[in-house]
């Protein structure tokens, strides 16, 4: 995962598939506190705004989505998502 390696090149931890109540989170990053999810063809963009809020309501934690895993152009604004809550 390309991501994943630009995460852990800021000195981020990364777990896989982090469970959160009834939901995985494609990456979760603990020492900020936020997450990675990437958005397949199957995503329903109402389910999705709705389980976000549910996760961070119930854990506080922030999710960052990632409509098309090739679109690395996403770095910066990927590494500002994560800093914004290192501060």
Excluded at 34 to 45: A, I, Q, T
Excluded at 52 to 64: L, M, Q, S
Aim: hydrophobic share 35%; aromatic share 8%; proline share 2%.
């Amino acid at each position: 995962m390309e991501l994943q390696k630009i995460i852990t090149s800021l000195g981020i931890e990364t777990i896989l598939e982090k469970q959160v109540g009834n939901y995985i989170i494609d990456i979760y990053l603990p020492e900020v506190n936020r997450g990675v999810e990437f958005d397949g063809p199957k995503h329903s963009k109402k389910r999705d705004k709705n389980r976000d809020a549910w996760i961070k309501d119930n854990f506080g934690i922030e999710i960052f989505r990632v409509k098309d895993i090739r679109r690395l152009d996403l770095k910066d604004e990927l590494v500002e998502f994560i800093c914004e809550e290192k501060r």
